[in-house]
């Protein structure tokens, strides 16, 4: 191998020394939202007992016809009507010998979210009205596609560029005479997808019924609706403009 003006043999000259690895800076950024709910769901439970299967199937039905009549008025305010589980369970006597059945009871379970809240308070209170009928609710939400999700995850990216932006001016409270600047982004990284705190309740008391009587029907309860409290938290990885050192 004929050698190099240096010397050296081609295979055994020193080839230029790679660049050091540009310096990164690793930030997190977080954001929080409150926003108003757009939608509420109540959750209504049938109960109906009779001596016989087929009685005690009579009554539910008759109660689901009232219940799907009365949410089904509220016309476009009711975005979603679900009907859930039907249980009917057999009650054997407590005394005697054998399969003696006492009586039947049966209990079917409803789902109605509103986004019209103008309605929900007269809904709610009107269903707690109907024979052995239980309400649970309000419970507030976002739609899963709420463009209140993509906003506070924007807000996270902000606050993560303006965090490495600001240690990046910085820098040389952690490194003596470092001159350097953000250069680019290499990852992002979803750490805490936007939640809203828990479900809760607001406006009507929790799971409450009532048998059938002869009394007026109470007055629409005035439901406020509970803003919803979003958090979304990201980690960003730059690399850094390497240091004049």
Known sequence: MAPTPDGLPAADRPGPR??????????????????????AR?????????????????DL???????????????DGVDHLETGSL????????????????????????TAELSDFAVLGELATRLADLELTRVDGPWWSLRPGSPAHRT???????????????????????????????AALVELTDTGAPEALPETVAGV?????????DQAPPPPLNLEPQRRHLHAEVTARFTLVPPRL
Request: aromatic letters at 2%.
């Open 18 to 39: 790679p660049a050091p690895d540009a310096p990164r800076l690793t930030v997190r950024g977080e954001a929080h939202l409150d926003v108003a709910p757009e939608l």
């Open 42 to 58: 109540l959750d209504i439970t049938l109960t109906a007992r009779g001596r016989d299967r087929r009685t005690t199937l009579d």
């Open 61 to 75: 039905t008759r109660r689901n016809t009232a219940v799907l009549d009365l949410v089904k008025s509220c016309g």
């Open 87 to 110: 249980t009917v369970t057999p009650e054997l006597a407590s005394r005697g010998r054998g399969e003696r059945v006492r009586t039947h009871h049966g209990t079917l379970r409803l």
């Open 152 to 182: 506070v995850r924007q807000q996270a990216v902000h606050d993560a560029v303006r965090r490495a932006h600001e240690y990046a001016r910085r820098a040389h409270e952690y490194a003596e005479a470092l001159d350097t600047t953000v």
């Open 205 to 213: 008391p929790r799971g409450f019924a009532r048998a059938a009587d």
